[in-house]
């Protein structure tokens, strides 16, 4: 079993920046592939960035891509997401996530946080 939890979302003025954090715990594993995924007002959850167990391999969705960057310190147990030039449309709950492998989809991990809310105000 691994608990994550996710910390650092708040109001945010547009064009700002924020770092969200993902704290693991439990039966932790370097191994895991680490994910970030939002879900919005009305919307399905989306996929936004994942970085495999090394770090070695990292992908972001096309709408955060050169915006937000994923990182992780496996000796801390922790995933970040460092969020720049937010937009409204990023507006959304942000789940962190663990699985076996690096995913683009929900059904590829195993284990979720409980969520931080993200809002970004126009």
């Known amino acids: 079993q691994v608990q994550l939890v996710e910390s650092g979302g708040r109001l945010v003025q547009a064009g700002g920046s924020l770092r969200l954090s993902c704290a693991a715990s439990g039966r932790t594993s370097s191994s895991y592939a680490m994910g970030w995924f939002r879900q919005g007002p009305g919307k399905e959850r989306e996929f936004v960035a994942t970085?495999?167990?090394?770090?070695?391999?990292?992908v972001y969705a096309a709408s955060v891509k050169g915006r937000f960057t994923i990182s992780r310190d496996n000796a801390r147990n922790m995933v970040y997401l460092q969020m720049n030039s937010l937009q409204s449309e990023d507006t959304a709950v942000y789940y962190c996530?663990?699985?076996?492998?690096?995913?683009?989809?929900?059904?590829?991990?195993?284990?979720w946080g409980q969520g931080t809310q993200v809002t970004v105000s126009s």
């Open positions: 970085i495999s167990g090394s770090g070695g391999r990292i």
């Open positions: 996530a663990a699985g076996g492998a690096v995913a683009l989809v929900t059904a590829g991990y195993d284990y």
